[in-house]
């Protein structure tokens, strides 16, 4: 879990190991610093010290950008040895034991990958205010399937997640951050709020919650 506000030293704290699990899965600095368009020197400094007079304090958007990236990698490795194998085996064999197919699509159509982790597969979808299939290509309604979920916990993340989208894509971002300030978010963890990579999650606050759903029906109005 992330902590709701983050300091200066824990920001440091918190990059390093975002940095190091990035590592871990195959994103070394090279492609860390194209990620995020910064020199392999910058991406020193937001790693040293936040006494160090060489610090720089990594910008909200940079760290975002980075999470997300592990997110996707730590996910692709619960999804591509499953498919590897099933793959090499060929699609006749082992149906007993063929774990369930989900695609997330985004709002314009287009397939965001296939899943074989539900809760993931929603979070993916919602998160590019798309939808999902399952099976042979079925359309699987996205409340249907947070309900198959059966987890209050995660019908919130998923009410933040769509309620985000909505505000994001209407360019008033600028409403997520002061409602996240307001409830006591921190800017370097807002962008963590309703995800489902659990190790830096930050939870949702149901006041907060509540106030960005309102902040989403004043905007349709």
């Not at 619960?78 to 793959?87: C, N, Q, T």
């Not at 989900?102 to 993931?120: A, E, I, M, N, Q």
């Amino acid at each position: 879990m992330l902590q709701f506000n983050l300091i200066p030293e824990q920001i440091v704290t918190h990059y390093r190991e975002v940095a190091s699990a990035l590592t871990n899965l195959g994103c070394g600095p090279r492609t860390r610093a194209a990620l995020t368009h910064k020199s392999a020197q910058t991406l020193k400094q937001y790693g040293t010290s936040h006494t160090s007079a060489q610090h720089r304090l990594i910008p909200a958007d940079d760290l975002q950008l980075l999470r997300d990236e592990a997110s996707r990698l730590h996910w692709a490795l619960v999804d591509d040895p499953i498919a590897r194998w099933f793959g090499g085996e060929g699609y006749g064999v082992a149906k007993a034991i063929r774990p369930a197919r989900y695609v997330s699509f985004d709002r314009r159509t287009f397939s965001k990958g296939p899943h074989t982790f539900l809760p993931r597969a929603i979070e993916v979808a919602e998160n590019h205010g798309g939808f999902l299939t399952r099976g042979n290509n079925e359309r699987f309604d996205l409340d249907e399937a947070v309900a198959l979920v059966g987890s209050v916990r995660f019908s919130e993340r998923s009410r933040w997640r769509r309620a985000a989208y909505s505000l994001n894509s209407a360019g008033r971002d600028d409403v997520i951050k002061a409602i996240a300030l307001r409830h006591g978010y921190g800017e370097h963890s807002i962008g963590q709020i309703g995800a489902e990579y659990e190790r830096w999650r930050c939870p949702v606050k149901p006041g907060a919650l509540s106030d960005l759903e309102a902040s989403v029906k004043e905007l349709a109005a």
